[in-house]
């Protein structure tokens, strides 16, 4: 399987390996859950997208999370990453998608429904080919779209 270049720096220390089954899956190793998992589309802008993150955008690595579980409605969902701020408050919720799915408003639908448990300021989507931001007023109940990803410094200005 080959994976496309995505709108995103290269991430150069990605581990890949074959699996030692002798299925022949590709293998990546999450350096935030230290563990190897299937080279997946979507897992390919995550690991992409979470070292964008960190190395263009300064977001501290220890305050990323991958795969966060959160009750909603009864039912376990789960987010593909959440920034933290060093008192551990959500500050931005991530959801990735393959480069081939369409960024829709189901998918913003989707990490809207997240942010009613989180309740972070932040929602930023990508499939590794366009990336939208946008910021979320709590006490007005809107969302308004940013020009880029913030840098973390400008993301904490936004629990202001």
Known sequence: ??????????CPE???????DGSGSLLVFDPLRRKWLILTPEEWVRQNFVHYLISAKGYPRELIANEISLHLNGTLRRCDSVVFSRTLRPVAILEYKAPTVAITQKVFDQIARYNIVLEAPCL???NGMRH???RFDKEKGTYAFLREVPSYEELKSFLD
């Open 1 to 10: 399987m080959s994976f496309p270049v995505l709108n995103l720096p290269p």
């Open 14 to 20: 990605m581990e890949l390996r074959r699996a030692p």
């Open 124 to 126: 930023i989507v990508s």
């Open 132 to 134: 939208f931001c946008c």
